[in-house]
């Protein structure tokens, strides 16, 4: 049985100055009570019981990708229980989908409530049917946490639907424009539409970036560039892929190769733009993660945003920045983008993840001009979106965004430490709040490491070709951000 004693050596007091208050991390969630003091590893990983379930779960269909069993009954706050009963601190929460830990008690009431109850079991087909009360809790809940200047929601059940649904808004909007403004189709449209033909099916790309993840449907995997295997045997449409920046770190270090970086890089979406207009197959929409999440966590600097959003206002191209991963709070705001200081909002933000539902925001010109365009049977789950207003609420109520800033710089910091001590095997850290990342120097070390924090009681992430990504819920404290370091640390000394 393995048990945490010993703190990280530059451990830090729970009390952390955050813009100019005195917060007390020790009690900023009511939600870590339940927790574990530490993790407890009682087996190998993985444990007896859960090879046996993987076992059984293998005959039933492909489980490759299946690391760990979980029991949800036992799992709270920071802390993920598996089936042999280890108990790890989580900085992964399902591929950063777990907003405010596990069984939140102010989550786990939300059905108590007949009316919540109701909207669970009665699950509507949104499109067609929604409750009376879908409006208003639209407003009450999605759009109170809108980015700024986008009025128009539409809901969806997962981040590649909701990426899907975002580029027909930008083919419509853009063929709209070509019609001058106009909203009916000739016959020629209709008909040649059915045949998957111009004009009605016109040629039309979304570019997206090298190392980027959009989702595994097909339109969304067309602008997915992360990982071979989420590719092969899949026709695919003819987009265009631009580069995204690769910079060098510390970034302090290399402001002049970064910055020609970025010039290198926005050249050439500004020449894919002309280049995929005169082959005719011109570009409706240029969609980039604000960082790439799945292809490496590579980030870009506010400069690289702005200038990409210029020439996408120059060249009548929709902007729509993908806060699948980002969205949600885990970089210190709502919205990763807001740090970029855009000079105006991006014409679409797709969400999911952290927001429990799916989605995108877009302004009002972007809202499907007739019924049934935007449309699926469900189009999200109510059930939902009643569990991210109590999210929101705790959000709010604990102060939480606060709380990610102040993890994050212990958390980075700690980072930094540590890729000193041990330069031949970690490097790059990067990342904004507790989104952070850091590199290898190989694909196996990397895999190692990840592999190795499992059996010290900590589930990480791998991501791209040598990163290892944190992806910890906004009630991550400092003492948490502390364990995980300790077992870092343990982990590289033992390689």
Known sequence: ??????????????????????????????????????????????????????????????AGSVQLFADYDKSFGNYFVDADGNEFLDAFTQISSVPVGYNHPHLLKAFEDDHNLKALINRPALGVFPSMDWPEKLKAVLLSVAPKGLSCVSTMMCGSCSNENAYKAAFMRYRTKERGGKLDFTLAEMNSCMLNMPPGAPKMSIMSFEGSFHGRTFGALSTTRSKPIHKLDCPAFDWPVAPFPRYKYPLSEHERENHLEDKRCIEQVEDLIEKQKKAGNPVAGIIVEPIQSEGG??????????????????????????????????????????????????????????????????????????????????????????????????????????????????????????????????????????????????????????NNLKSNGVLGGACGETAIRLRPALIFAPKHAEIYLTALRKTLKQL
């Open 1 to 62: 049985m393995l048990r945490f004693l010993k703190p990280y050596p530059n451990s830090r007091p729970a009390y952390t100055l955050i813009q100019n208050h005195l917060v007390d991390c020790r009690q900023i969630s009511n939600q870590t009570l339940n927790e574990p003091a530490q993790p407890c590893v009682k087996t190998s990983i993985p444990g007896p019981k859960t090879l046996e379930l993987l076992k059984e779960l293998n005959s039933l269909q492909q």
């Open 297 to 450: 966590d590579h980030e870009a600097s506010p400069e690289f945003f702005q200038k990409l959003q210029n020439i996408c206002k120059a060249k009548g191209v929709a902007l729509i920045i993908d806060e699948v991963q980002t969205g949600g709070g885990p970089t210190g705001k709502m919205w990763c983008h807001e740090h970029f200081n855009l000079p105006s909002p991006p014409e679409i933000v797709t969400f999911s993840k952290k927001m429990l539902t799916g989605g995108f925001y877009c302004n009002a010109d972007f809202k499907a001009p007739h019924p049934y365009r935007i449309f699926n049977t469900w189009m999200g789950d109510p059930g939902k979106l009643i569990l991210l207003e109590r999210v929101l609420e705790v959000v709010k109520q604990e102060n939480l965004l606060s709380l990610v800033c102040a993890t994050g710089k212990v958390l980075k910091e700690g980072l930094h430490t540590l890729e000193k001590e041990f330069p031949n095997i970690i490097n790059s850290v990067r990342g904004r709040g507790t989104f952070l990342a850091f590199n290898a120097n190989s694909s196996q070390i990397r895999d190692k490491i990840n």
